[in-house]
């Protein structure tokens, strides 16, 4: 019953770590370029949905919208004053701006909420639901839950809208799309929105089980990126294949190892993952 318990949990979670890969992954399918500032907008959007509830007495759940909105418009920003200069220059100008914006944002979260761990309070924070000997950690279902609404929003978006199905076009040939009338500065900048939208919104659902900190994107990078390399980079479906076995590895690793060795044994099945499937689970993409 244990292991059935430590999969349950471990498919919650990973359905989390999806959603706040997905942005990850589409920024790099989408304009080639990784983000390593991507953890930070995770941060970002977990700090609005503080406030919210702390100033305005949102749910911190209920105030993912507008963290999305929040990163969302800065990522507008970012995108054409910054990360636009630096799509046709060499891959090491592209990872040292994103490298700098992390420090930036970073460091600029500390001078403006210093360096205090902050949490929020709500009802149902300790809850459960028991399901015979199965217990489902209540915090966990509704961030679950939201993250699973908001990947079927974006595959709805990108199957069947006119924007989603320009951005598709555009990451497979700039050029074409171009000359068929699509904008596709336009359609990067809707793409890195959206894409550190998507990682906000994570970060604002797994607030009521998380503390939040200057710091705290920096215990989830390492995690993002190996969910989008175990799925396949650049490949929305890979990140949540990538999302939803990396929570079970962990949770399945707890069983059996002590909780300190949870990510040697994920790193482990990683490397022996990329060795036998170089691609990923599902496939790298562009």
């Known amino acids: 019953m244990s292991f059935l318990q430590a999969i349950i949990d471990g498919l919650l979670v990973g359905g989390v770590y999806a959603v706040i890969s997905i942005g990850l992954t589409l920024v790099y399918g989408v304009m080639g370029i990784v983000n390593f500032a991507q953890a930070e907008f995770l941060m970002i959007g977990m700090f609005v949905s503080w406030f919210a509830w702390a100033y305005l007495g949102l749910d911190p759940v209920l105030a993912a919208p507008l963290s999305f909105a929040v990163a969302f418009g800065i990522g507008w920003l970012v995108q054409g004053q910054l990360i636009a200069r630096v799509l046709k220059a060499p891959s090491v100008a592209q990872i040292f701006l994103t490298v700098g914006l992390l420090i930036v944002i970073e460091n600029g979260s500390l001078l403006l909420f210093g360096s205090q761990f902050r949490s929020v309070t709500t009802s149902y924070q300790t809850m459960s639901l028991s399901l015979g000997a199965l217990f489902i950690s209540v915090p966990y279902l509704i961030a679950f839950g939201m993250s699973l609404a908001c990947g079927v929003a974006l595959w709805w978006f990108m199957r069947t809208s006119w924007f989603g199905r320009a951005m598709r076009a555009t990451a497979q040939n700039p050029m074409a799309a171009q000359l068929m009338g699509i904008d596709t500065a336009l359609m990067y900048k809707i793409a890195f929105a959206l894409g550190v939208g998507l990682t906000a919104f994570g970060g604002a659902v ?21 969910v989008v390399v175990l799925g396949g980079l650049g490949s929305v479906a890979g990140a949540v294949v990538g999302g939803l076995a990396v929570g079970v590895i962990q949770a399945l690793s707890s069983l059996f190892f002590p909780i300190q060795l949870q990510n040697l044994i994920l790193f482990i099945v990683f490397i022996f993952v990329l060795a036998v499937r170089p691609q990923g689970l599902v496939g790298a993409s562009r």
């Open 206 to 226: 797994i607030l009521p089980y998380v503390t939040v900190f200057p710091g705290v994107g920096g215990q989830f990078v390492v995690l993002m990126f190996t």
